[in-house]
């Protein structure tokens, strides 16, 4: 062949072509547009998108262009789906007069329409652009999260509007023309269109800026500086950016870049865009305040307006902008740059309106000039770029008051063009590009369309990443052009109509377009295809034409004159498709590239989008293009890409050729090979299909065919293919008699040596091999595999490499067999290949290197090419990591073990990097499979990957997931638990990562509660509970249905009254109505319980109002079932009687709304009622928001908006709901909305409102729930005189005193909660002992403070000495007193409020004192409560324990010095506060001792009521201690749902007469809410903050009647929700996706009071409180283990049980859930442990179904352990089946079911003698390598139970029948061939296979090997050790080689 490769004419087949037409132009007719309405689709939920992809959003932005007919443009991109995978489709923004259409569609589905929008005025311009948000500062700084909006711009001529995805919508106004608008990587760039009267001529005016940044829609629109370079004074200076002449061209994100053109001079220039530097900003922004002087202040302009201030320094004739500067670091990431481009068509503007506001006058912005020196003296002509910027200061002058802008964005100079002579005035880039080259290199294009070149710079990232680097330019003739981002090239319009593309500079071909209409001439083209196996022809641009015949490069329609072999093309010529000139349509123009697919604008108007085709589909010839191109010279490897292209591309297509066979016809052809001589490559044709089309080298004389033909085909490699597959032997199919062909052999070729290849065939023959190794670690590739070794095989040959034949001969013995044809290579030219640095003579085996691992022998580092054989890389890795136990490995250098391939370094540091993710994701990790699990997530391994790896190489990996999966941490990420196979731990690290959100359990109703009729059940407030959790954790009995019943208050009560004989029908309907409204007493009380019982269980919907039950106090009385009526008017019924009542409704409905329910202030808005009757309801329903946090979202407005009505009820729930929402913050605005409330926080002068009482107290409340703990000083004085606060003139200060003396006190205390004696500077105040005085009386105090004039003048209602009113302070005194030393154990303190011990000082405290005063003393002395009755009867003072009357007896003593009614009262009230106090210490605790001692107290005060003696303690006293018992008794066991509790509470239900009033109805039903807090999910905690909330909702006075507030305000009551908290943990089944029961251990820390224990709980169960646990673990058998570690902290277990306490658990195989087998009889274990005796077959298959859910498994007992009835043969097939299933199954690892199916059947094959290949061989010997590891057998010795991964009967038997196997062989006559292949002589063509399996199994030497080794002549079997000891040949291999080493003929095989 001859050396010179002729040009010739290639083409390149474009793929299918469609018409295309904007998908928004038929659109827009059926748009509505007749209003001119913001017309908005309502946005599909699935189409939020994430934040990835963002460089792509905005960097692939298209062009856009104008058409003149019907002023519409549109641009594409490539689709971007909602989670960032990759998608197929294109993305259409389309503009038309006012309207945008954004719409979505593909080739496959059709477009269809995502948004539509219409504005007011018609749209200058639309497009997509991404805006960052950052996030609030105070997280984490180091990573500042930015979320990043995507958007849509519209611009129109005065505002432009932003719409994000998420719904948002801006209006930005524009503060002047805007000319264009660019997306940037930081948001929007404006430049704004300048009119030729503002170009100043004066010189001392200053030009306005021209260039303007907005960085979010609701920034302000700023001016941008840019940094030119160094100048006259040797700084760089940073000034705006002002100069007219100057365009934007092109801007681009990633890498954030843009081109400007600046029209004076004709230069195209490059800049960085990046943030401002601070410094930078300072230097633009202080010389506005040095220079001038007021006078020449800006005066108002509207530009001034809208841009307060603006600075420039330069002066307009000369630009800054022609200096080089550095680049910034910071502007740049490292990551490399995405090839997006984006560029407008300048040649339209003037379509664009440039008209300004008359307004804007220029002077608005002059300066003063003074220090202007050097400023216009130089000639604006320029002839050097270099020189510096002509003024030195910026001196623009502005009044003091102005406020400055200050700038954003910045940018750097990078290149700008050489001057040329010949410069044109209009060379304004019309497109812009940036395109990469098929190696990776990038170049920026730009079209100027005026001369026809398209201008290529190249440019590349410096070493370190922080700056891009300009190269040359390379100018190419095209009237258009366009980059193809998936290829890596760019198709190029030249003038004459051609479409030719380019990858880089390097021109590939021209593009033939099938289907388009061409001239009959260059018909001939498509039916004579270029023959691919010519070599094909080098590089050429235009510029260095190569083509010698033609000379000029002037297409014109020639015929090409290179006939190319005329042999093959017969006599037709290769015409030149360059005629499409002649033809009525021509290609006009390119547009719209969005990944391979580019539109052709044609001549006639119509349009034609077209397919550029991929580089190559198969995955194989993928990897080996990628391996080659890695490893040659750029410049080569292009050249090489580009034949390879073109000939995989050529029209025709690889019809008949698979692409496999190309790639290897041409890349053999490229190294010098003539295919068509080569025996093999000849018969390629046939291997990749099966149809007889003869390749159209052969002539065909007949259609008949004759012999040869058919001798042709046994002679195929495809032929014996077939024959060795394992197929034929099941088919028994003979194999056919080949007679050889005597020529084939005896020929031999010649390699050219000067083709392009030539020189790197070795280098290219490594790649390859390390391919090869890479691909034998996927089990999809075995096809690939047999593809590459044939020509590898061929390739080894003529290197003449010895071992590596072996080596694949090895591999696959019966592909590899004789030498078949070599081709020479001359000695001579061997000098001219480049041997690389890589190459070893010893071939790199992964299989080899990873056994050698496993035996723990030292290994040479592995070869691995990066980015190619990552999976070599990831195996070496692991395998080091486990089994040597190296965790520096996977850490940082891993080049002791790898040693890698380039052929340059310039990747070196990336790679670095990406071992930098080691184990710092810090989670916890101790054992070396945990690192090597948590190593492989990090680098991106998933259970696909370990799938298709070969088993034995996925052992080692498979292993260290079993031991992960049994004991797995709790905090892992939800990769790692994926890939453990722990589906419920990466379910639960799955639901962590998800917002707060409803799970979807909560709203399962479950139809099984028993009703009446539909229509109650809908209303009574209670049917959103969880029933599931609910029937799981009471399951015995119905108790949750009684509590309903008990806490109903929608449904008539039923009014039982008997008519005596003497009453006549009046009497007795007044007697009904008044027994009624007794009960009505009762109802009235029931929502607070109610709100208890359903708190937080219910996720409204946002577009309905909440469902308030209705409270219904009518009542029925029997028989007849008449309804009774309080409104009748025959008994009087109090006043305002329900409207307390109500209001305790709306807050139990309200407290229904779960804390993570999505709610806004529109929707709380919404509920307000319609009617007055209901404002009371709504009025709670606030409270209760505020409550459960959701009131911090309503708008201040609205706030302010209910507080103006007055409405006293509303204002009191809105005050304590914003207060409770803002618990402890200090926050000033609701500080300023609750003091307008208390008056003694006004200033003294303020006006006097008048603020209803109750409101005061609210308010008062609420300044102690703000500021509760802050112990802030002001706060506290006030309050603390509030307390003793004097009763004013008139009415003021004069009813209800006690509640709010209370409210100061409970406030007090919680502004110093817990601070005890350290209240830090308010040792003036004095606090304790002012309290203790406001306690027990004396004097009052001079008042100090600002309020002393309001109380000189004494109360006309109340004769008040000066004397404190203790009745009135004691109460709040004391509790101030209780919360401040709260858990202090301050004996000092306590002793003040021991109970008094002489009979005297008992009379001057009142009996409900002394119950305050224990509770008191009790808290502060926290740690000595003890729960038992003796510490109970201890807080008794001696006298009044031995003079009372106990609980238990019957008649009255008689004494006459003591008042008996006083010790009574005193003793009952005493005992109470200790059983509160002890309620408070073991509040949620579920204490056994606790109970029962409240228990006991409870039972002897009912006892007690009934006794005789009841009236000495009086009755209503000992109700108010026995409710006080019983709310002790629901605190402690709070949420557990009591049985026995829950008697005594319906017990004091059913009273309903005598003392019983409504206060002892509300406390005995609150203690029944508590008992079923939150459905039994909540608890209560006591942590200060929770006793302070508790100790203001259960104050033990209660309320007479309903409309009673004067002790204590009823609302108060339902401040315990600020003590609950969630603590039921409920297990999940992760399969069923139902709570079910689980065992948890838990393990609480060790206290003073106790060591550390451990306690079995059933979950789901009420955990304790979390500080008091170490841990937390699900225990076995049942389901898998799981371990949650406190001690680590306990935000993963708190944010589980703020998720409604869902753990996800997963049942082991074999195990049943505790509902199914309660007793775990049933399981398949015990099943077996019984038929142990039996074989195997004890289990049947059938059984499965019950042990496991995975379809795999099912359908595996179903088809392959079923045995069938004529099976015979096939039972013990099917019995090792079964067995091997029962172990996969009971041994939890059903992934290894097909390992041991494939060993089984590697072995089978042996047995018959069928290896076609030794793949699972290597692998079974790696698996037997495994377990005889050290490193495995410690792991056992360690862990005998655990981790024994197979059977140990299965491996050993399959060792057993492997050696069996080949011993038999050895015995039959494989010694003779085993002989004759280590003395190198050929071998029986029969054997070749059993031989391969031997020496693979045994790991025998290569002959070679042998040799070196000196093994002959040795003379006895200790002397062969020896020999072999560096040979590393197990003993038993050597047992088996010896009989032939020694020459001794009998074997030594036993």
């Known amino acids: 062949m001859s050396n010179i490769y002729e040009e010739r004419a290639t083409m390149i087949a474009a793929g299918d072509l469609q018409e295309f037409v904007p998908f928004g132009r038929d659109h827009c007719k059926h748009h509505p547009n007749a209003l001119n309405l913001q017309l908005r689709q309502l946005q599909p939920a699935s189409e939020l998108w994430s934040s990835d992809g963002a460089a792509g959003l905005v960097g692939s932005l298209q062009e856009v262009t104008i058409h003149e007919r019907n002023k519409e443009c549109w641009q594409l991109r490539k689709g971007i789906s909602d989670v960032g995978e990759e998608v197929e489709y294109d993305e259409e923004l389309y503009v038309a007069g006012n309207m945008v259409i954004w719409s979505k569609g593909s080739k496959s589905q059709a477009s269809a329409v995502y948004k539509a929008f219409t504005v007011d005025s018609s749209v200058i311009q639309a497009l997509w652009c991404d805006f960052s948000v950052p996030q609030d500062k105070c997280e984490k700084t180091e990573r500042s999260s930015e979320v990043v909006e995507k958007c849509i711009c519209i611009l129109q001529s005065s505002c432009i509007n932003i719409h994000s995805i998420e719904g948002k919508d801006y209006i930005a106004s524009l503060p002047f023309q805007v000319a264009n608008v660019w997306p940037t990587k930081y948001g929007l760039l404006f430049e704004r269109s300048s009119s030729s009267h503002e170009v100043p001529l004066n010189p001392t005016r200053e030009p306005l800026p021209t260039m303007f940044s907005m960085l979010h829609p609701l920034d302000e629109i700023t001016p941008m500086v840019c940094k030119s370079g160094a100048g006259l004074f040797g700084s760089a200076r940073v000034q705006y950016v002002a100069d007219y002449s100057m365009r934007i061209v092109f801007l681009n994100a990633e890498p954030s870049i843009l081109m400007t053109y600046d029209a004076t001079q004709s230069l195209h220039s490059i800049w960085t865009l990046r943030r401002v530097k601070p410094e930078e900003q300072n230097a633009v922004l202080k010389f506005s305040e040095q220079v001038g002087t007021p006078q020449h202040a800006a005066t108002s302009s509207s530009f001034t307006v809208h841009l307060r201030s603006l600075s420039k320094g330069d002066s307009p004739v000369a630009s800054p902008f022609q200096n080089y500067s550095s680049i910034h670091s910071q502007s740049r990431s490292a990551s490399s740059p995405s090839i997006h481009s984006r560029s407008p068509s300048i040649s339209n503007m003037a379509a664009l309106s440039r008209s300004h506001s008359p307004a804007l006058g220029v002077h608005s912005f002059s300066g003063v000039q003074r220090f202007n020196f050097s400023s216009h003296t130089q000639s604006p002509k320029r002839h050097s770029i270099c020189q510096s910027p002509n003024s030195t200061s910026t001196d623009s002058v502005f009044a003091p008051e102005t406020e400055l802008i200050v700038p954003e964005l910045c940018i750097d100079h990078l290149w700008t063009e050489a001057i040329t002579n010949m410069r044109e005035k209009n060379s304004q880039a019309s497109k812009v590009f940036i395109t990469t080259d098929l190696c990776g290199q990038k170049f920026l294009c730009y079209l100027v369309e005026s001369q026809l070149q398209l201008r290529c710079v190249k440019f590349q990232e410096s070493n370190d990443m922080s700056q891009l680097i300009f190269g040359a330019v390379t100018n190419i003739q095209a009237k258009d052009a366009a980059p193809v981002e998936s290829v890596d090239t760019m198709l190029v319009l030249e003038g004459n109509g051609n479409l030719v593309l380019y990858t880089g500079v390097v021109r590939i071909g021209k593009v033939f377009i099938p289907g388009f209409p061409a001239p009959s001439l260059s018909l001939s083209i498509s039916n004579q295809m270029?023959?691919?196996?010519?070599?094909?022809?080098?590089?050429?641009?235009?510029?260095?034409?190569?083509?010698?015949?033609?000379?000029?490069?002037?297409?014109?329609?020639?015929?090409?004159?290179?006939?190319?072999?005329?042999?093959?093309?017969?006599?037709?010529?290769?015409?030149?498709?360059?005629?499409?000139?002649?033809?009525?349509?021509?290609?006009?123009?390119?547009?719209?590239?969005?990944?391979?697919?580019?539109?052709?604008?044609?001549?006639?108007?119509?349009?034609?989008?077209?397919?550029?085709?991929?580089?190559?589909?198969?995955?194989?010839?993928?990897?080996?293009?990628?391996?080659?191109?890695?490893?040659?010279?750029?410049?080569?490897?292009?050249?090489?890409?580009?034949?390879?292209?073109?000939?995989?591309?050529?029209?025709?297509?690889?019809?008949?050729?698979?692409?496999?066979?190309?790639?290897?016809?041409?890349?053999?052809?490229?190294?010098?090979?003539?295919?068509?001589?080569?025996?093999?490559?000849?018969?390629?044709?046939?291997?990749?299909?099966?149809?007889?089309?003869?390749?159209?080298?052969?002539?065909?004389p007949s259609e008949t065919g004759s012999d040869e033909d058919w001798e042709y085909l046994l002679h195929s490699d495809y032929h014996k293919n077939v024959e060795s597959h394992p197929l034929a032997k099941t088919l028994q199919l003979d194999p056919l008699e080949v007679k050889f062909p005597k020529d084939n052999l005896s020929s031999s070729h010649c390699l050219d040596s000067s083709t392009l290849l030539f020189p790197h065939i070795p280098a290219i023959f490594c790649v390859l091999h390390l391919i090869y190794e890479e691909l034998k670690l996927n089990c999809l590739m075995g096809e690939g595999i047999r593809s590459l070794v044939i020509l590898l095989v061929q390739l080894a040959r003529d290197l003449k490499l010895e071992a590596y034949l072996d080596y694949y001969y090895r591999d696959y013995p019966v592909l590899v067999k004789t030498p078949r044809q070599i081709c020479i290579i001359d000695p001579a030219q061997t000098g001219f290949m480049h041997q690389p640095t890589f190459f070893s003579a010893e071939p790199p085996s992964i299989f080899q290197w990873l056994s050698s691992c496993l035996k723990g022998e030292s290994v040479p580092p592995y070869p691995y090419l990066p980015g190619i054989c990552e999976r070599s890389k990831l195996l070496v890795l692991s395998v080091v990591l486990y089994i040597f136990g190296d965790e520096t490995a996977v850490s940082n250098e891993a080049s002791n073990y790898l040693s890698k391939i380039t052929s340059g370094q310039q990747k070196q540091q990336t790679e670095q990097e990406e071992y930098g993710c080691s184990l710092r994701h810090s989670t916890s990790t101790s054992s070396l499979a945990e690192k090597l699990v948590i190593w492989m997530t990090n680098v991106g391994f998933t259970l696909r990957d370990l799938e298709s790896l070969p088993f034995g190489v996925a052992l080692p990996i498979r292993d260290?997931?079993?031991?992960?999966?049994?004991?797995?941490?709790?905090?892992?990420?939800?990769?790692?638990?994926?890939?453990?196979?722990?589906?419920?731990?990466?379910?639960?690290?799955?639901?962590?990562?998800?917002?707060?959100?409803?799970?979807?359990?909560?709203?399962?109703?479950?139809?099984?509660?028993?009703?009446?009729?539909?229509?109650?059940?809908?209303?009574?407030?209670?049917?959103?509970?969880?029933?599931?959790?609910?029937?799981?954790?009471?399951?015995?009995?119905?108790?949750?249905?009684?509590?309903?019943?008990?806490?109903?208050?929608?449904?008539?009560?039923?009014?039982?009254?008997?008519?005596?004989?003497?009453?006549?029908?009046?009497?007795?309907?007044?007697?009904?109505?008044?027994?009624?409204?007794?009960?009505?007493?009762?109802?009235?009380?029931?929502?607070?319980?109610?709100?208890?019982?359903?708190?937080?269980?219910?996720?409204?919907?946002?577009?309905?109002?909440?469902?308030?039950?209705?409270?219904?106090?009518?009542?029925?009385?029997?028989?007849?079932?008449?309804?009774?009526?309080?409104?009748?008017?025959?008994?009087?019924?109090?006043?305002?009687?329900?409207?307390?009542?109500?209001?305790?409704?709306?807050?139990?409905?309200?407290?229904?709304?779960?804390?993570?329910?999505?709610?806004?202030?529109?929707?709380?808005?919404?509920?307000?009622?319609?009617?007055?009757?209901?404002?009371?309801?709504?009025?709670?329903?606030?409270?209760?928001?505020?409550?459960?946090?959701?009131?911090?979202?309503?708008?201040?407005?609205?706030?302010?908006?209910?507080?103006?009505?007055?409405?006293?009820?509303?204002?009191?729930?809105?005050?304590?709901?914003?207060?409770?929402?803002?618990?402890?913050?200090?926050?000033?605005?609701?500080?300023?909305?609750?003091?307008?409330?208390?008056?003694?926080?006004?200033?003294?002068?303020?006006?006097?409102?008048?603020?209803?009482?109750?409101?005061?107290?609210a308010a008062v409340i609420g300044i102690g729930l703000v500021y509760q703990g802050t112990a802030h000083r002001h706060t506290a004085e006030v309050l603390l005189s509030e307390i003793g606060r004097p009763p004013g003139p008139e009415m003021e200060y004069c009813t209800d005193r006690e509640s709010y003396s209370l409210a100061a006190g409970l406030a007090l205390g919680m502004v110093c909660l817990g601070h005890g004696s350290n209240l830090i500077g308010m040792s003036d105040l004095n606090v304790p002992e002012q309290l203790y005085q406001y306690m027990v009386g004396g004097h009052r105090r001079f008042q100090a403070g600002m309020h002393r004039e309001k109380h000189k003048s004494p109360s006309y209602q109340i004769k008040e000495g000066d004397t404190i009113n203790v009745d009135v302070t004691c109460p709040g005194a004391t509790l101030a007193l209780a919360m401040i030393y709260l858990k202090t154990n301050n004996r000092s303190i306590a002793d003040w409020l021991r109970a008094p011990d002489t009979m005297y000082l008992l009379d001057f405290v009142k009996p409900e004192f002394l119950l305050l005063r224990t509770l008191a003393r009790c808290l502060i002395l926290w740690d000595d409560i003890l729960p038992s009755s003796k510490w109970i009867d201890s807080n008794v003072p001696q006298i009044v324990r031995e003079n009372s009357v106990s609980l238990h007896a019957t008649e009255m003593p008689s004494s006459e010095d003591l008042n008996l009614e006083t010790l009574a009262q005193a003793h009952v009230y005493i005992t109470a506060g200790a059983c509160?106090?002890?309620?408070?210490?073991?509040?949620?605790?579920?204490?056994?001792?606790?109970?029962?001692?409240?228990?006991?107290?409870?039972?002897?005060?009912?006892k007690c009521l009934s006794s005789a003696t009841a009236s000495i303690a009086g009755h209503y006293n000992l109700e108010t201690c026995l409710s006080v018992v019983l709310l002790s008794l629901a605190m402690v066991m709070a949420g557990s749902g009591n049985l026995k509790v829950l008697q005594l509470c319906r017990f004091m239900h059913k009273k309903t007469g005598g003392e019983m009033n409504y206060g002892f109805h509300m406390a005995h039903h609150m203690a029944l809410g508590l008992l079923f807090l939150g459905g039994g999910r909540y608890s209560l905690s006591t942590s200060n903050s929770s006793i302070a909330a508790l100790l203001c909702a259960l104050y033990p006075h209660f309320p007479v009647h309903s409309t009673d507030n004067r002790y204590h305000l009823q609302a108060l009551r339902h401040l315990y929700v600020l003590a609950a908290e969630p603590r039921l943990l409920v297990p999940m089944d992760v399969d069923t996706d139902t709570p079910c029961y689980a065992l948890l251990e838990v393990t609480y820390r060790g206290t003073q009071w106790y060591e550390e224990t451990t306690e079995e709980l059933m979950a789901p169960t009420l955990l304790p409180e979390l500080h008091l646990l170490k841990q937390i673990r699900v225990k076995g058998p049942r389901y898998w283990e799981l371990l949650i570690d406190l001690s680590k902290g306990m935000h993963h277990l708190k944010s589980i049980l703020s998720k409604d306490g869902v753990l996800y658990v997963k049942l082991r195989a074999g195990q049943l859930s505790y509902k199914e087998d309660p007793m775990g009889?049933?399981?398949?274990?015990?099943?077996?442990?019984?038929?142990?005796?039996?074989?195997?077959?004890?289990?049947?298959?059938?059984?499965?179904?019950?042990?496991?859910?995975?379809?795999?498994?099912?359908?595996?007992?179903?088809?392959?352990?079923?045995?069938?009835?004529?099976?015979?043969?096939?039972?013990?097939?099917?019995?090792?089946?079964?067995?091997?299933?029962?172990?996969?199954?009971?041994?939890?690892?059903?992934?290894?079911?097909?390992?041991?199916?494939?060993?089984?059947?590697?072995?089978?094959?042996?047995?018959?003698?069928?290896?076609s290949e030794t793949f699972d061989l290597w692998q079974i010997k790696l698996v037997l390598e495994f377990f005889n590891s050290r490193s495995h057998q410690e792991r056992v010795r360690k862990n005998p139970h655990r981790g024994l991964f197979m059977n140990s009967e299965f491996l050993p038997v399959m060792k057993c029948s492997i050696d069996n196997a080949l011993d038999q062989w050895l015995q039959a006559g494989g010694d003779v061939c085993l002989h004759s292949y280590l003395s190198g002589q050929p071998t029986d063509e029969s054997q070749l296979s059993m031989l391969a399996c031997f020496l693979v199994y045994h790991s025998v030497p290569t002959p070679g090997q042998l040799l070196a080794g000196g093994l002959e002549g040795s003379t006895s079997f200790s002397e062969l050790l020896l020999k072999f000891k560096p040979l590393k040949l197990p003993v038993r291999a050597l047992l088996r080689l010896a009989p032939l080493l020694l020459g001794n003929p009998q074997s030594m095989v036993l």
């Open 1721 to 1811: 009889w049933r399981s398949l274990l015990a099943q077996t442990v019984t038929h142990r005796n039996a074989d195997a077959r004890a289990f049947k298959p059938e059984a499965i179904s019950a042990f496991t859910s995975d379809p795999a498994l099912l359908s595996f007992a179903d088809y392959f352990c079923k045995p069938a009835a004529n099976m015979g043969q096939k039972l013990k097939v099917f019995d090792l089946f079964s067995s091997i299933l029962y172990e996969c199954v009971t041994q939890e690892n059903p992934e290894m079911l097909p390992a041991y199916i494939a060993i089984d059947q590697a072995v089978r094959r042996l047995e018959r003698k069928e290896m």
């Open 1476 to 1502: 509160l106090s002890l309620g408070f210490r073991f509040a949620g605790s579920e204490n056994l001792a606790a109970f029962n001692c409240l228990y006991t107290f409870a039972k002897d005060f009912m």
């Open 530 to 700: 270029p023959c691919p196996s010519t070599p094909l022809d080098s590089i050429n641009t235009p510029s260095k034409s190569l083509i010698k015949h033609l000379g000029h490069f002037d297409e014109q329609l020639v015929l090409s004159p290179e006939l190319r072999d005329s042999s093959k093309l017969q006599d037709s010529s290769y015409i030149d498709d360059c005629t499409f000139q002649q033809l009525a349509t021509f290609i006009h123009s390119i547009r719209d590239p969005v990944q391979n697919r580019v539109t052709l604008d044609l001549s006639n108007g119509s349009m034609v989008r077209i397919t550029i085709p991929e580089i190559a589909t198969s995955e194989l010839v993928k990897r080996c293009l990628q391996g080659i191109k890695c490893i040659l010279p750029k410049e080569v490897a292009v050249q090489m890409l580009v034949r390879w292209y073109n000939a995989y591309n050529a029209p025709g297509g690889p019809s008949y050729y698979s692409e496999w066979n190309l790639f290897v016809t041409c890349l053999m052809n490229m190294m010098g090979y003539n295919t068509d001589r080569v025996a093999w490559t000849q018969n390629l044709d046939f291997e990749g299909s099966l149809s007889p089309v003869i390749a159209p080298k052969k002539a065909r």
């Open 960 to 1257: 260290a997931i079993y031991h992960c999966r049994q004991q797995p941490a709790s905090d892992w990420p939800e990769a790692v638990c994926l890939l453990i196979g722990r589906q419920d731990l990466s379910k639960q690290a799955c639901e962590e990562n998800l917002p707060k959100c409803k799970t979807s359990d909560t709203q399962v109703l479950s139809s099984d509660m028993p009703s009446t009729t539909e229509s109650e059940e809908e209303d009574d407030g209670m049917n959103d509970m969880n029933q599931e959790v609910m029937s799981l954790i009471w399951s015995e009995d119905l108790r949750v249905q009684e509590v309903r019943r008990l806490l109903q208050s929608a449904h008539p009560v039923r009014v039982n009254v008997v008519q005596m004989p003497g009453v006549n029908d009046h009497d007795y309907i007044e007697e009904k109505e008044n027994r009624l409204l007794q009960l009505c007493q009762r109802t009235m009380a029931l929502p607070l319980g109610r709100g208890m019982f359903t708190l937080f269980s219910y996720h409204p919907v946002p577009t309905e109002p909440l469902p308030i039950p209705k409270l219904n106090l009518t009542g029925r009385a029997p028989p007849r079932n008449t309804t009774v009526d309080l409104n009748s008017g025959n008994i009087d019924v109090p006043p305002n009687m329900a409207c307390w009542a109500n209001f305790h409704n709306g807050v139990a409905a309200g407290l229904k709304i779960a804390p993570a329910s999505q709610i806004d202030s529109a929707w709380i808005v919404y509920n307000k009622p319609k009617n007055a009757e209901l404002a009371n309801e709504y009025a709670g329903f606030l409270m209760a928001l505020g409550l459960n946090g959701h009131l911090t979202k309503l708008a201040t407005l609205n706030i302010h908006d209910y507080l103006t009505k007055g409405h006293e009820m509303t204002s009191i729930g809105l005050l304590l709901g914003v207060s409770a929402a803002k618990l402890g913050t200090m926050d000033m605005s609701i500080t300023r909305l609750l003091s307008i409330h208390v008056p003694a926080l006004l200033p003294p002068t303020s006006t006097e409102l008048d603020v209803p009482h109750n409101v005061q107290v």
